[in-house]
C-alpha cells in the first residue's frame, strides 16, 4: 500500500464502530446501545476533557480527547444505521456553520477585537435560532398541531439544553436575557439578591413544618442568584465550584494525614478536633 493510499486513523475509528454495530458479529453491548443511553457517556466524556485540561495532563487529554471523538462518532454511527444522516454529515454540518460565523475572516466582514467578533458571533446564533422557530412556525401551520405551535414561539432562550449542568445552564440564561435588558446593572445589586434569598431559605428551615419541596425550592433560588453573581464578576460558576471541590478535597485529605498520625480517622474524630486541623491545614497553605 502506498502513503497516499494508507487510510487516514479517522476512518479507522469509523471503522472499528462499524465493526462493533454489525448485527453479524459484533458487540453485544454496543448493539444493544441507543442515541438516549449514550447521552450519560458523552457527558462524562466532556468532563473528562475537562478535568485534564484543569490538571495540565497533556497525555490525559490526548486520550480522554479520544474518548470524546468516540462519542460523536457513537452517535452519528446510530444515526447513519437509522438513515438520518453520517459522520459526513457532522463534519459537514460544524464546517460549514464555523465559515458563516467568521464573516470575518472567510468573507469581507471586518471585526475590530476579540469583543466585536463575540458580538458578532451571538448576533449570528441569534439569527439560526429565529429561522429555526420559523421553520417550527411553518410545521405548525401546516398542521402539525397546537404542540408544535407552541413550541414554534420565538424566544431568547431557545435552544438552551436543557440536559446542561444546571450551573453552567443558569449561566446561559442569564447571559441571554441579560443582553435582551432584563439585568441588573450593578453587582452589588445581586449580592442584594443573595441575601434575600438566603433569608428565605431560613425562614423555611425555621418553619414549624418543614416543607422539603419549599426548601429545594428556595435553595435553587439561592444558587441561581450565587450564579448570576459570578456572572456579573467575570466567572464561570461552574470552573469556580470544581476549583472549590478541588480544594476542599485537597484540604480533607490533609485533615485525614494529620489524623493519621494521631493514630486516628475521621471516624474515630469529633468535629472540633477536624475544624482545628481544618483551620491548620488553611494556615499551612497561605504560609
Known amino acids: ?28 453491548w454496543d448493539l444493544e446501545q441507543t442515541f438516549a443511553t449514550i447521552v450519560p457517556y458523552t457527558i462524562e466524556e466532556a468532563y473528562e476533557v475537562a478535568d485534564a485540561i484543569e490538571r495540565g495532563d497533556m497525555h490525559e487529554l490526548q486520550d480522554e480527547l479520544g474518548d470524546l471523538l468516540l462519542q460523536v462518532v457513537f452517535h452519528s454511527r446510530m444515526a447513519e444505521e437509522e438513515g438520518h444522516f453520517a459522520f459526513n454529515d457532522v463534519v459537514g454540518s460544524i464546517c460549514h456553520k464555523m465559515i458563516r460565523r467568521h464573516p470575518n475572516v472567510f468573507a469581507d ?12 458571533w451571538e448576533e449570528q446564533k441569534a439569527q439560526e435560532r429565529a429561522a429555526k422557530a420559523a421553520r417550527r412556525a411553518e410545521g405548525a401551520e401546516a398542521g402539525e398541531g397546537a404542540g408544535a405551535a407552541a413550541e414554534a414561539r420565538h424566544s431568547v432562550l431557545d435552544g438552551l439544553p436543557v440536559a446542561l449542568p444546571a450551573l453552567t445552564r443558569a449561566l446561559k440564561i442569564q447571559n441571554r436575557v441579560g443582553r435582551v435588558g432584563f439585568d441588573w446593572p450593578e453587582a452589588v445589586q445581586v449580592i ?15 418553619a414549624p413544618v418543614r416543607d422539603q419541596d419549599r426548601v429545594a425550592e428556595e435553595i435553587g433560588d439561592l444558587l441561581f442568584a450565587v450564579a448570576n453573581l459570578a456572572r456579573k464578576a467575570d466567572v464561570d460558576p461552574e470552573s469556580a465550584l470544581r476549583h472549590a471541590n478541588a480544594k476542599f478535597d485537597k484540604r480533607f485529605r490533609a485533615v485525614e494525614e494529620h489524623l493519621e498520625k494521631r493514630g486516628k480517622s475521621p471516624e474515630t474524630s469529633d468535629l472540633e478536633e477536624m475544624e482545628a486541623l481544618w483551620g491548620q491545614v488553611k494556615r499551612d497553605a497561605r504560609s
Do not use: F, N
Not at 109 to 120: F, H, I, K, N, S
Open 1 to 28: 500500500m502506498t502513503e497516499h493510499a494508507r487510510p487516514r486513523p479517522i476512518d479507522d475509528l469509523l471503522a472499528i464502530m462499524a465493526r462493533l454495530r454489525d448485527p453479524d458479529g459484533g458487540c453485544p
Open 109 to 120: 466582514a471586518v471585526t475590530e477585537d476579540a469583543e466585536a467578533q463575540r458580538v458578532a
Open 192 to 206: 442584594d439578591k443573595i441575601e434575600e434569598e438566603l433569608e428565605e431559605v431560613r425562614e423555611e428551615l425555621d
